[in-house]
């Protein structure tokens, strides 16, 4: 049976950006890089802090995401953090903008949406226990 979630994948406009964004802004480590001549795309494996990973891929002319942020498929990537005030401030010190912070009526937790440098939407979800 299914156990978890594996790797959530993700195309990228320029790979370099995208890579020092995942890695230097938010501290992810890379762990395989594979360039892939037949398709003239990159495949980059990327390690989170929980041990499971992102592949992000290049391809070349990929289109833009069509609709911003409800477009159907993948709505956005949520990152849980246990200090929702410390990331944001880090995020802000490298340039990128979050939204204001919310409360889940559900869960009464914090959070907050900010984009990858291709727009992707991405959160932060605060889980203090």
Known sequence: ??????HVALIANDIEIS?????DILGFKIIAEHYRKERDSWKVDVLLPDGRQLEMFSFPRSPVRPS??????LRHL???TQDIDYVIAHLQKHGVDCE???TDPYTQSRFTFFQDPD???????EVTQ
């Open 100 to 102: 204001a912070v919310r």
């Open 119 to 125: 727009g992707l939407p991405l959160e932060l979800y």
């Open 19 to 23: 890579k020092r964004f995942y890695r």
């Open 78 to 80: 949520a990152f849980q």
């Open 1 to 6: 049976m299914i156990q978890g979630i594996h």
């Open 68 to 73: 911003f942020p409800e477009a159907q498929g």
